[in-house]
């Protein structure tokens, strides 16, 4: 069976630092991963994903995670926090042998101040 | 975005009542899913479907049903409502088994008093 483990349920930060989410996994099976982003009173909304190919992927909104399969991690990184990336941030797996459905952490709000 | 949409957006209900959630998606997708989010928990599968009349249990699918009888619609049902299922309730669509991304619908607040 798969999980996902969010190190941080809250990480508060200032507007311009920098920020990491940490986000590991176990698994028996190779699996692909993904970040959610889901800001107040919204549904999720894809941040990034690794399926294959260059361990360091880039998103949306100047996000980048990279995949580290010896630590079973997939730590979300932006260079300089905007109010606006105040949310909550989902970690997600699925299996990449007829995988159904995503498994997800458990959460992390990431709270930008000025 | 896939054009998923969720009806009712809020409802709160009494215990004992029978609620029927409503999801309907426009992209032709093959699965459809739903999770309930609570606090602490992230989101958890509730039941999901791989093909019209095809689904199959989640995680946390006790007190649960679930129907699909067009692609485009999947409905999720609590046959007789409890305050343990007072949550935000969101609904999931994926292309096919060869498509990994899901795709999220706005989600619907359910309060059981």
């Known amino acids: 069976a798969q999980s996902v483990t969010q190190l941080d349920s809250q990480v508060p930060v200032f507007e311009e630092a920098p920020v990491e989410l940490r986000c590991n996994y176990s698994?028996?099976?190779?699996?692909?991963l993904f970040w959610y982003v889901q800001y107040p009173n919204q549904g999720l909304q894809l941040l990034l994903k690794?399926?294959?190919?260059?361990?360091l992927v880039k998103g949306i909104n100047g996000f980048e995670a990279e995949f580290n399969k010896s630590q079973t991690s997939f730590h979300l990184r932006k260079p300089s926090v905007h109010i606006s990336d105040t949310a909550e941030y989902f970690c997600?797996?699925?299996?990449?042998?007829?995988?159904?459905?995503?498994?997800f952490g458990k959460g992390t709000t990431l709270s930008v101040s000025s | 975005d896939a054009g998923i949409t969720q009806s009712p957006r809020h409802k709160v209900t009494e215990t004992g009542t029978p609620v029927t959630l409503r999801c309907h998606q426009t992209?032709?997708?093959?699965?459809m899913y739903w999770y309930r989010q609570d606090p602490g928990h992230g989101l958890r599968l509730i039941h999901y479907?791989?093909?019209?009349?095809?689904?199959d249990k989640g995680e946390v699918s006790d007190g649960y049903s679930v129907s699909r009888s067009k692609t485009e619609d999947f409905l999720l049902t609590l046959e007789s409502a409890t305050s343990s299922q007072t949550s935000v309730y969101f609904c999931?669509?994926?292309?096919?088994?060869?498509?990994?991304?899901?795709?999220f619908g706005p989600g619907t607040r359910l309060t059981v008093t």
């Open positions: 698994s028996s099976v190779s699996v692909y």
């Open positions: 992209e032709n997708h093959r699965y």
């Open positions: 690794y399926l294959s190919g260059s361990t």
């Open positions: 479907s791989y093909g019209v009349k095809d689904t």
């Open positions: 999931a669509s994926r292309p096919g088994l060869d498509s990994y991304e899901q795709y």
């Open positions: 997600a797996v699925i299996p990449n042998q007829a995988g159904t459905a995503l498994i």
